[in-house]
């Protein structure tokens, strides 16, 4: 595995850079593989997970995790081509080198760390979403059996849904959860409005935000394991490790933070440590 070569030179390049308007750090441009200095990266972004990623009314991309790709952009000094897609678009994306990172807060899981490595962001945990005037209150897990839920397809959320399912409404003895699959987050939480499931799931910043913008959910108290929310990018790629030092370098001055408050999610999920995520070095 390829190893940090820019610890602690860093440090020293970011003196004098200001937190809001950070320039190009030589250590982190230099260690970039040539490729990418010639022709910059190629950057997949999630098109519908607000407040994430996700396109704005204007089809602008928006989102704590676009600002933080925009803010490794200035500090890497190459240029990133944003692409806005589906989620089931990327992997296969980054795969085919169609993309060299994605930005999607990528759930890590044993099955895509044998095709990737992965840059945390924060910490998330999943949360159900429901309609405001609905009766449902999710308090523990077994309070979400037999509820028909709303997923999107592939999504780390729903793996969590469907080990619930069998570690607890299963061995239970309770009714099964019904999850219904859905190609858009948008597609399941209309699922939810309409009548036509009886909740949906994302991550709880997500839910709250949506909740907020839109004044028609709720979300539940039950907030399942936090997990990493990561931007990914191909097996033994250097890139990982170079974007994983320029995070480390906007906590260390301060920018990581500024980009929390400015949504809303400067809490405990904040990272204090940058982490590259391996199929040797795994972290869920």
């Known amino acids: 595995m390829w190893k940090s070569a820019v610890t602690g030179l860093v440090a020293s390049a970011l003196l004098g850079v200001a937190a809001a308007n950070a320039d190009a750090i030589p250590a982190l441009h230099d260690a970039l593989p040539q ?6 990266v190629k950057v997949a972004v999630f098109n ?3 407040p994430d990623e996700f396109l704005d009314s204007d089809g602008v991309l928006k989102g704590w995790s676009v600002d933080i790709a925009r803010e490794m952009e200035s500090r890497l000094g190459v240029p990133f081509t944003y692409e806005a897609t589906s989620f089931d678009a990327i992997i296969p994306g980054l795969e085919s080198k169609r993309f060299d990172a994605g930005f999607s807060s990528f759930g890590s899981t044993p099955e895509r760390l044998k095709v990737l490595d992965f840059i945390s962001q924060r910490k998330i945990g999943t949360a159900f979403g429901f ?5 449902l209150v999710v308090k523990e897990p077994k ?4 509820l028909t839920v709303a997923v999107l397809t592939g999504a780390w959320d729903a793996q969590l849904v469907e080990k619930l399912n069998k570690d607890v409404c299963v061995a239970g ?3 099964e959860i019904q999850m219904q699959d859905y190609t858009s987050q948008a597609q399941a939480e209309l699922a ?4 036509r499931a009886q909740a949906t799931v994302a991550a709880s910043v997500k839910l709250a935000y949506i909740a907020a913008q839109t004044g028609d959910m709720k979300v539940s108290d039950l907030v399942l394991e936090a997990v990493n929310s990561n931007i990914g990018v191909r097996k033994d790629d250097p890139l990982g490790q170079v974007m994983t030092d320029a995070i480390q370098s ?6 990581y933070k500024a980009i929390m408050e400015k949504w809303g999610i400067a809490d405990s999920g904040m990272l204090t440590k940058a982490l590259l995520i391996t199929e040797e070095s ?3």
């Open 35 to 40: 490729e990418y200095k010639d022709n910059g």
């Open 250 to 255: 906007m906590i260390d001055d301060g920018t």
């Open 131 to 135: 309609a405001k005037d609905s009766n």
């Open 48 to 50: 519908d997970w607000a």
């Open 143 to 146: 309070d979400a059996c037999g």
């Open 173 to 175: 003895g309770l009714p």
């Open 282 to 284: 795994p972290d869920y």
């Open 192 to 195: 939810v409005r309409s009548g």
